[in-house]
């Protein structure tokens, strides 16, 4: 496509004039993009009728589709190119990048949220432990531009708002010196996720197909494997064993779940053989699963607004930014009672042919649980929101137990976990 014909051939002669140094490629992409101005001058659904009528396509470099619903490279330059990714449902993880560049909201938007990495220890060049801390969350809106530095200077993950958000990146295909591009997964584990050994991935594998088919001897296998396991094969193990055991819904609504301390067995067998590294890994599957959850039901769920609060949910940690960014995005309204419509809608929510309530998964939202949900969405204690409520009632004694029921219920909701945190 023309437009994009110019931006590279741009680039190109400004990078050559520069002797290709990878350090200012990010500025340049920047700039380029910047005076292209593509959001005046690219139409999304012409870059589709482009890929279904030109007999020259270009070498295509994500021919898998492993980043974007799907990833169209629009231009191959001699050290660069330019990608499009179109994106309905999907959600980056926290990661790195091992190319520079810039990229550029075409349509739709985002939450963009940036952290930083405190590296306490290697376990080998592939795994690592140490601390992920958020340090700035911003909205991306239709031609916002930002740089792509490699490795840890830029670490972030994109929560995609509205059906679909499209970008524009300007990259190169690999930085020298820019080391694995790391995946991050709160609150303490960074990996490589390209990395494959094959004993590594067989064993995955295998662990794999015994839990599929509950195997009778499944656990005992997996402890064995434990036994005699690094510690980052014995995290890919218990990941597959997470996910087949724990949170099972049915077992849960009976009041139990023997899966769970199947799971719980075959941790404090890694916690025997890997001393207090085992400790890390329940809240990072915990995390994990938390946002596979809200991706999950972000999928159900049309409305720009309700995505976006789930977003937020997803990516921010605390009550005070989650009220900052709501008023942010809709300055005019008063961003507590916009957070209670909206938590009242999805609580009226359903899915179809879902089992659950609503799509969020509460048993139950009424009165007492908006009462109850606005005390803390206003940040005040347990026992201000009791002593409000008694006193907005005729009946205190059973307004207070009502309250302390909906306290609980809405405080052990894994999704609201930012809202009280």
Not at 20 to 44: C, G, I, M, Q
Not at 74 to 101: C, E, K, M, N, P
Not at 186 to 193: D, G, L, M, Q
Not at 302 to 308: A, T
Request: proline share 5%; aromatic share 10%; with cysteine.
């Amino acid at each position: 496509m023309q437009p994009f014909a110019d931006l590279g051939a741009i680039i190109e002669h400004r990078w050559s004039d520069s002797n290709y140094d990878e350090s200012v490629f990010p500025r340049l992409a920047e700039e380029a993009l910047t005076e292209a101005n593509l959001t005046d001058h690219v139409d999304p659904w012409e870059i589709i009728r482009w890929v279904h009528s030109t007999p020259n396509l270009p070498e295509q470099m994500d021919v898998d589709a492993r980043f974007g619903n799907p990833p169209i490279t629009v231009f191959v330059g001699s050290r660069f190119y330019i990608d499009a990714y179109y994106w309905l449902d999907g959600t980056t993880t926290i990661h790195q990048h091992s190319f520079s560049g810039a990229f550029q909201v075409l349509w739709g938007g985002s939450v963009h949220s940036k952290y930083i990495f405190k590296q306490e220890r290697e376990i080998n060049p592939h795994f690592l432990i140490g601390k992920i801390q958020l340090s700035d969350v911003s909205l991306l809106e239709r031609g916002d531009i930002r740089q792509i530095n490699p490795g840890r200077d830029f670490i972030h993950s994109l929560f995609h708002l509205e059906r679909p958000s499209i970008t524009i990146t300007v990259r190169t295909h690999k930085a020298p010196a820019a080391g694995p591009q790391y995946s991050y997964f709160k609150p303490s584990i960074a990996i490589n996720p390209f990395f494959e050994n094959p004993s590594l991935s067989k064993k995955r594998q295998t662990v794999s197909l015994l839990l599929d088919m509950k195997h009778p001897q499944v656990d005992s296998f997996i402890a064995d494997l434990i036994d005699s396991s690094d510690f980052h094969t014995s995290y890919s193990l218990l990941k597959k064993a997470f996910d087949v055991l724990c949170h099972r819904q049915l077992e849960e609504l009976f009041g139990g779940s023997r899966s769970y301390e199947r799971f719980q067995a075959l941790l404090d067998r890694a916690r025997r053989k890997h001393g207090q590294l085992a400790d890390l890994l329940l809240p990072v599957f915990e995390e994990e699963w938390r946002q596979a959850e809200i991706a999950r039901r972000r999928a159900e769920i049309k409305h720009e607004d309700h995505r976006f609060f789930l977003a937020l949910l997803m990516n921010v940690p605390d009550r005070m930014t989650i009220l900052k960014l709501v008023k942010q995005r809709f300055p005019d309204i008063d961003e507590v009672e916009l957070i209670i419509d909206w938590i009242s809608e999805l609580s009226r929510t359903k899915i179809f042919g879902s089992k659950e309530p609503n799509v969020l998964g509460l048993s139950e939202f009424g009165e007492s649980h908006l009462l109850a949900f606005r005390g803390l969405l206003e940040g005040r204690s347990t026992e201000e929101i009791k002593s409000h409520a008694a006193a907005a009632t005729s009946r205190p004694g059973r307004e207070l137990q009502a309250i302390e029921k909906s306290l609980d219920q809405i405080q052990s909701q894994t999704l609201l976990r930012p809202i009280f945190a």
